[in-house]
């Protein structure tokens, strides 16, 4: 059933952060101010590769009103930072290695004042060669960026003999797939606020997607302890990844604490753009061979992947990447190489699908063109190659077994869309002239009343111009299996606190923050489900490391699960522990008691009989109940490889206008196989809201650069997607279904919604037109045709 | 020369009218209404993201018209009557398009939802029962990085379907 308001019934909740969204009350923490507040800004080095002669803050330091220069000498502690691999300088101190490094940071009574701070700090440069191709940056005559090399991590999974299965293919197919600098475009930018406090503690209000990881980083940069620094991290205006690693922190951090007063930053757009993380460009060469029933047999993959300057998670996106390219298919043999290198080129970092976007584009685009060779339907070719249930993951390794991957790819023949494309085909067949998308669309079933709206009016668009032979309709589909959770290997903590507070809020603390995607509605609507309580009875603590527990980060689509998983742990002694103290309390059995809303109520008769109030004044100690696990891990050593898989199938139609070379989306329907779900307006958010993510990926979205100066510095030349791309209809179909004993609840589905459709666009646009597109974005000119007038030579060329 | 120009700007006086109430600001003329509405009266509700004109998260009326604040110099401000997302609807009420959008989970991280619904709210005041056309039109300098926009037109969808602008509470 779809996935919309109707079909939800009351599950359909109002968000407990809505009414704050919609009335503009909510501060978001570049909201804040304080009382005697100062200003900082950051200057960033103007080249992509120098050296640092020297550095001279004096005249800005004499500005009136500038209370504070720092550079890398100003550094108490560690003068880098990095999830994972601390390089990433806080300030450079003898070399600049892209246009968003970091050499001063200001701060003054205004935001003027410190922007003229900036323009009096002289900084002498010394021009160093640019390297800003990664292929070209893996030579060894090529400038090395770091001591340990321009290749900063290199995977290589091999399996069977891969020579000797080409030489049994019967088809082979060889393509290289370029994927863009996708931005992040978080509509809110880096910025917060940092304040020292009377107590010596300094709080940080900024945007993160793990506090604890912040607050850890911090120390070390500060030199001092962790238990001396306060992160607040919610609410977030979007992230999808960009705001994991430090940004603007050690900066405010160091100045609060030089000035002894408050600071805040807020970067401008295009401070964003050059000193933010981007997805990694890559460029993905696939060389697939299939016996003649089409059975994979060789697949042999190699990546090279933009890395930019610091390590950031690049070594994961790799890893992820790597295990992507395999995908969901069974092969005799595969040999995969792959790289990531480091350049002069903008950062590249954590971006919503973690290399499996890139991976998933290459890799499906693979199975249309050997479909093609075949002379097969590209869906029946993925089916013959599918994992089974039973079958191992794509490392080989152990993964908790579901039925997803059949689930999913049955329905994108019952969907809505599959039979109006058969139809479709039917009636070209019939008449080979007429366009192919003649038919009129199949009644809606259950759409909510935007598709109404949406295809009420696209449709009379599009009836009136099918008949303009320069527009072209072409369906295209997608198959996507992925992984969840940091992997084997990486640390991957979960864990949660439930306690009946002193005022009788029942008091749900996770170490999470809320960026928008709907974690706080998912946490209540669990508890209000799981439980028996009443929204109006809960608190939901997040994003406050002092009063949180560690629950991990809020990445990898794991949030959800984990709460999920926190609570299911928590509801037996939970519940004891609150029944057995009304029990006491009431003087009654505790079996004739249960949770309800507002209190503890009667089992029989569901009338309440003590208030949560009253049950936290009348209990001698706090009733309370922690958790503490870790995410499921494959017990394999194979770093990165994942347990639990998000089954999806994507499919479109688009209209490709021939003059112009524009591609329309016209259509999509996704089924996503995640186990039950949670909160159904969040999941019908997360696939709708990342699918418009991977539209821009296909065809608009390209942070230009050129020798490490970015083109692109803000959002007239950064194309996201409008409303206008977005008429289109969208139909999201969940399967729900797990195998019985299934201990792992839901999937995630934070990421998987931005993957599939790249690659399903690619295919329609190849039905439409007949060409194949291997780089993204879709380049509008390899698109264009010349149009007959022309070609007849009616017109003078 | 700068300092007699900056002294001059100082001495400005903006006079207009913010969510009903007359409001007098000593501000350079040149101040963009952005930073006033924010860092001079503490209205965040209007957000602060491209300030050229092209995301619309600072949206707000101006005589009725939605107009980027973050474009609009506080000379053009005087005599004029500003409304903002926290004056939409009276205090502690909602506005129906508000009303609409939260039923219908028309935002996700909401940073772009008070020029959003700045901008639905104009619209709808034009015209009652726009098309596709007029709705794309309307929003096409609004963007909107979470919801890939399905959320936001099932909350039109709701508003158009209910009619009716007039404030509640």
Same mark, same amino acid.
Not at chain 1, 165 to 186: C, G, K, L, N, W
Not at chain 1, 404 to 423: M, T
Not at chain 1, 636 to 642: D, K, L, M, S, T
Not at chain 2, 56 to 75: E, F
């Given at each position: 059933?779809?996935?919309?308001?109707?079909?939800?019934?009351?599950?359909?909740?109002?968000?407990?952060?809505?009414?704050?969204k919609?009335?503009?009350?909510?501060? *978001?923490?570049?909201?804040?101010?304080?009382?005697?507040?100062l200003?900082?800004?950051?200057?960033?080095?103007?080249?992509a590769?120098?050296?640092?002669?020297?550095?001279?803050t004096?005249?800005?330091?004499?500005?009136?009103?500038?209370?504070?220069?720092?550079?890398?000498?100003?550094?108490?502690?560690?003068?880098?930072?990095?999830?994972?691999?601390?390089?990433?300088?806080?300030?450079?101190?003898?070399r600049?290695?892209?246009v968003?490094?970091?050499?001063?940071?200001?701060?003054?009574?205004?935001?003027?004042?410190?922007?003229?701070?900036?323009?009096?700090?002289e900084?002498?440069? !010394?021009?160093l060669?640019?390297v800003?191709?990664?292929?070209?940056?893996?030579?060894?005559?090529?400038?090395?960026?770091?001591?340990?090399?321009?290749?900063?991590?290199?995977?290589?999974?091999?399996?069977?003999?891969?020579e000797?299965a080409f030489?049994?293919?019967?088809?082979?197919?060889?393509?290289?797939?370029?994927?863009?600098r996708?931005?992040?475009? *978080?509509?809110?930018?880096?910025?917060?606020?940092?304040?020292?406090?009377?107590?010596?503690?300094?709080?940080?209000?900024?945007?993160?997607?793990?506090?604890?990881?912040?607050?850890?980083?911090?120390?070390?940069?500060?030199?001092?302890?962790?238990a001396d620094?306060?992160?607040?991290?919610?609410?977030?205006?979007?992230?999808?990844?960009?705001?994991?690693?430090?940004?603007?922190?050690?900066?405010?951090a160091?100045?609060?604490?030089a000035?002894?007063?408050?600071?805040?930053l807020?970067?401008?757009?295009?401070?964003?753009?050059?000193?933010?993380?981007?997805?990694?460009?890559?460029?993905?060469?696939?060389?697939?061979?299939?016996?003649?029933?089409?059975?994979?047999?060789?697949h042999?993959?190699?990546?090279?992947?933009?890395?930019g300057?610091?390590?950031?998670?690049?070594?994961?996106?790799?890893n992820?990447?790597? !295990?992507?390219t395999?995908?969901?298919y069974?092969?005799?043999a595969?040999?995969?190489?792959?790289? @990531?290198?480091?350049?002069n080129?903008?950062?590249?970092?954590?971006?919503?699908?973690?290399?499996?976007?890139?991976?998933?584009?290459?890799?499906?685009g693979?199975?249309?063109?050997?479909a093609?060779?075949?002379?097969?339907d590209?869906?029946?070719?993925?089916?013959?190659?599918?994992?089974?249930?039973?079958d191992?993951?794509?490392?080989?390794?152990?993964?908790?077994?579901?039925?997803?991957?059949?689930?999913?790819?049955?329905?994108?023949?019952?969907?809505?869309?599959?039979?109006?494309?058969?139809?479709?085909?039917?009636?070209?067949?019939?008449?080979?002239?007429?366009?192919?998308?003649?038919?009129?669309?199949?009644?809606?079933?259950?759409?909510? +009343?935007?598709?109404?709206?949406?295809?009420a009016?696209?449709?009379?668009?599009?009836?009136?111009?099918?008949?303009? +032979?320069?527009?072209?309709?072409?369906?295209?589909?997608s198959?996507?299996?992925?992984?969840?959770?940091?992997?084997?290997?990486i640390?991957?903590?979960?864990?949660g606190?439930?306690?009946?507070?002193?005022?009788?809020k029942?008091e749900?603390?996770?170490?999470y923050?809320?960026?928008?995607?709907?974690?706080?509605?998912?946490?209540?609507?669990m508890?209000?489900?799981?439980?028996?309580?009443?929204?109006?009875?809960?608190?939901?603590?997040?994003?406050?490391?002092?009063?949180?527990?560690?629950?991990?980060?809020?990445?990898?689509?794991r949030?959800?699960?984990?709460?999920?998983?926190?609570?299911?742990?928590?509801? &037996?002694?939970?519940?004891?522990?609150?029944?057995?103290?009304?029990?006491?309390?009431?003087?009654?059995?505790?079996e004739?008691?249960?949770?309800? !809303?507002?209190?503890v109520?009667?089992?029989?008769?569901?009338?309440?009989?003590?208030?949560?109030r009253?049950?936290?004044?009348?209990a001698?100690?706090?009733?309370?109940?922690?958790?503490?696990?870790?995410? +499921?891990?494959?017990?394999?050593?194979?770093?990165?490889?994942?347990?639990?898989?998000? *089954?999806?199938?994507?499919g479109?139609?688009v209209?490709?206008?021939?003059?112009?070379?524009?591609?329309?989306?016209?259509?999509?329907?996704?089924?996503v196989?995640?186990?039950?779900?949670?909160?159904p307006?969040?999941?019908l958010?997360?696939i709708?809201?990342?699918?418009?993510?991977?539209? %821009?990926f296909?065809?608009?979205?390209?942070?230009?650069?050129n020798?490490?100066m *970015?083109?692109?510095?803000?959002l007239?030349?950064?194309?996201?997607?409008?409303?206008a791309?977005?008429?289109?209809?969208?139909?999201?179909? +969940?399967?729900? &279904?797990?195998?019985d004993?299934?201990?792992?609840?839901?999937?995630?589905?934070?990421?998987?919604?931005?993957?599939?459709?790249?690659?399903?666009?690619?295919?329609?646009?190849?039905?439409?037109?007949?060409?194949?597109?291997?780089?993204?974005?879709?380049?509008?000119?390899?698109?264009? !045709?010349?149009?007959?007038?022309?070609?007849?030579?009616?017109?003078?060329? | 020369?700068i300092?007699?120009?900056?002294?001059?700007?100082?001495?400005?006086?903006?006079?207009?009218?913010?969510?009903?109430?007359?409001?007098?600001?000593?501000?350079?003329?040149?101040?963009?209404?952005l930073?006033?509405?924010?860092?001079?009266l503490?209205?965040?509700?209007?957000?602060?993201?491209?300030?050229?004109?092209?995301?619309?998260?600072?949206?707000?009326?101006?005589?009725?018209?939605?107009?980027?604040? @973050?474009?609009?110099?506080?000379?053009?401000?005087?005599?004029?009557s500003?409304t903002t997302?926290?004056?939409?609807?009276?205090?502690?009420?909602l506005?129906?398009?508000?009303?609409?959008?939260?039923?219908?989970?028309?935002?996700?991280c909401?940073?772009?939802t008070p020029?959003?619904?700045v901008?639905?709210?104009?619209?709808?005041?034009r015209?009652?029962?726009?098309?596709?056309?007029?709705?794309?039109?309307?929003?096409s %300098?609004?963007?909107?990085?979470?919801?890939?926009?399905?959320?936001?037109?099932?909350?039109?969808?709701?508003?158009?379907?209910?009619?009716?602008?007039?404030?509640?509470?």
């Amino acid at each position: 059933m779809a996935l919309n308001r109707e079909t939800s019934g009351n599950r359909w909740r109002i968000r407990p952060d809505g009414p704050g969204k919609v009335t503009g009350g909510l501060a *978001y923490l570049t909201d804040l101010s304080a009382p005697n507040m100062l200003h900082g800004l950051v200057l960033r080095s103007p080249h992509a590769h120098a050296r640092i002669a020297e550095v001279r803050t004096e005249e800005a330091l004499a500005l009136p009103g500038v209370h504070a220069v720092l550079t890398h000498a100003d550094v108490p502690g560690l003068n880098r930072f990095g999830i994972a691999h601390p390089d990433h300088p806080v300030f450079c101190e003898e070399r600049v290695r892209f246009v968003g490094d970091a050499v001063a940071a200001v701060a003054a009574d205004s935001a003027e004042l410190a922007m003229e701070a900036l323009a009096r700090i002289e900084v002498d440069y !010394e021009y160093l060669p640019v390297v800003s191709d990664p292929e070209l940056a893996m030579r060894e005559d090529a400038p090395q960026l770091h001591e340990r090399g321009n290749i900063q991590h290199r995977n290589d999974y091999v399996r069977g003999d891969v020579e000797a299965a080409f030489a049994a293919s019967a088809h082979i197919v060889e393509d290289t797939y370029e994927t863009p600098r996708q931005m992040h475009t *978080y509509m809110e930018t880096e910025g917060g606020l940092f304040v020292p406090e009377a107590d010596g503690r300094l709080t940080v209000y900024s945007a993160t997607q793990h506090g604890l990881m912040d607050r850890m980083q911090l120390a070390r940069i500060l030199a001092r302890p962790e238990a001396d620094i306060r992160i607040v991290s919610s609410p977030i205006g979007g992230s999808f990844g960009g705001k994991d690693e430090l940004n603007v922190q050690p900066y405010g951090a160091l100045l609060a604490l030089a000035c002894g007063r408050p600071v805040k930053l807020h970067n401008n757009r295009f401070e964003s753009v050059r000193a933010g993380l981007k997805r990694h460009p890559m460029r993905i060469t696939m060389k697939t061979g299939v016996d003649a029933g089409g059975k994979l047999l060789a697949h042999r993959v190699r990546i090279v992947s933009d890395a930019g300057p610091y390590s950031t998670l690049s070594a994961e996106v790799l890893n992820f990447a790597v !295990e992507h390219t395999l995908g969901a298919y069974r092969y005799e043999a595969v040999e995969v190489r792959s790289f @990531c290198v480091f350049t002069n080129n903008g950062m590249s970092g954590e971006f919503r699908g973690f290399g499996g976007n890139q991976a998933l584009f290459a890799l499906e685009g693979q199975l249309d063109r050997l479909a093609d060779k075949l002379g097969i339907d590209p869906w029946e070719l993925r089916r013959r190659n599918l994992r089974q249930r039973g079958d191992p993951g794509p490392f080989e390794q152990p993964i908790a077994q579901t039925d997803g991957a059949r689930q999913v790819w049955e329905a994108l023949p019952a969907s809505r869309l599959w039979l109006e494309r058969a139809e479709a085909a039917a009636a070209a067949e019939a008449a080979p002239a007429a366009p192919t998308a003649s038919a009129a669309p199949a009644a809606p079933l259950g759409m909510t +009343p935007d598709a109404d709206l949406r295809s009420a009016s696209s449709g009379t668009a599009e009836a009136a111009t099918l008949q303009l +032979p320069w527009l072209k309709i072409g369906y295209g589909a997608s198959f996507v299996m992925h992984g969840a959770g940091l992997g084997v290997g990486i640390p991957d903590p979960a864990g949660g606190r439930l306690t009946l507070a002193p005022d009788g809020k029942i008091e749900a603390a996770f170490g999470y923050e809320e960026f928008g995607q709907g974690l706080i509605a998912s946490l209540e609507q669990m508890l209000i489900e799981k439980f028996g309580f009443a929204g109006s009875d809960l608190r939901l603590v997040v994003g406050d490391t002092d009063a949180v527990p560690d629950s991990g980060s809020s990445t990898a689509s794991r949030a959800t699960s984990m709460m999920w998983q926190a609570l299911e742990r928590m509801r &037996e002694p939970f519940a004891h522990s609150l029944l057995q103290v009304a029990s006491r309390v009431l003087v009654l059995p505790k079996e004739r008691l249960r949770i309800g !809303e507002g209190g503890v109520c009667d089992a029989a008769s569901g009338e309440r009989l003590l208030a949560y109030r009253e049950l936290a004044q009348s209990a001698a100690e706090p009733i309370a109940c922690e958790t503490s696990f870790s995410y +499921p891990a494959s017990p394999v050593e194979r770093v990165g490889a994942h347990y639990l898989y998000t *089954y999806c199938s994507v499919g479109v139609k688009v209209e490709v206008n021939t003059l112009t070379g524009r591609v329309r989306v016209l259509d999509q329907f996704h089924a996503v196989a995640a186990g039950p779900v949670v909160n159904p307006q969040g999941f019908l958010g997360q696939i709708e809201g990342g699918a418009s993510m991977a539209l %821009g990926f296909t065809l608009t979205e390209d942070a230009v650069m050129n020798s490490g100066m *970015y083109l692109t510095r803000n959002l007239d030349s950064y194309l996201v997607p409008t409303i206008a791309e977005q008429r289109g209809r969208v139909e999201v179909l +969940p399967i729900e &279904e797990l195998p019985d004993g299934d201990a792992h609840g839901p999937r995630g589905i934070g990421e998987v919604g931005s993957v599939g459709l790249a690659p399903a666009i690619a295919q329609a646009v190849f039905n439409a037109v007949g060409k194949r597109v291997s780089k993204l974005p879709i380049d509008p000119a390899e698109l264009q !045709e010349v149009p007959d007038i022309v070609k007849e030579g009616s017109c003078p060329v | 020369m700068i300092d007699k120009l900056a002294a001059k700007q100082a001495d400005a006086k903006l006079q207009c009218e913010i969510n009903g109430s007359p409001v007098t600001l000593e501000t350079p003329p040149t101040r963009k209404l952005l930073q006033i509405l924010r860092d001079d009266l503490g209205l965040t509700g209007t957000k602060r993201s491209c300030e050229i004109g092209r995301c619309g998260a600072c949206m707000v009326l101006i005589d009725g018209k939605p107009v980027n604040s @973050c474009l609009t110099m506080a000379y053009q401000c005087t005599g004029k009557s500003i409304t903002t997302i926290e004056g939409l609807a009276p205090e502690g009420g909602l506005h129906p398009v508000q009303q609409c959008f939260l039923e219908e989970g028309g935002y996700q991280c909401g940073y772009c939802t008070p020029g959003m619904i700045v901008s639905v709210t104009s619209l709808l005041e034009r015209s009652p029962k726009p098309s596709m056309e007029e709705i794309e039109e309307a929003l096409s %300098g609004n963007l909107c990085r979470c919801t890939g926009y399905g959320g936001i037109l099932r909350s039109i969808s709701r508003a158009i379907e209910r009619g009716g602008m007039a404030h509640e509470g």
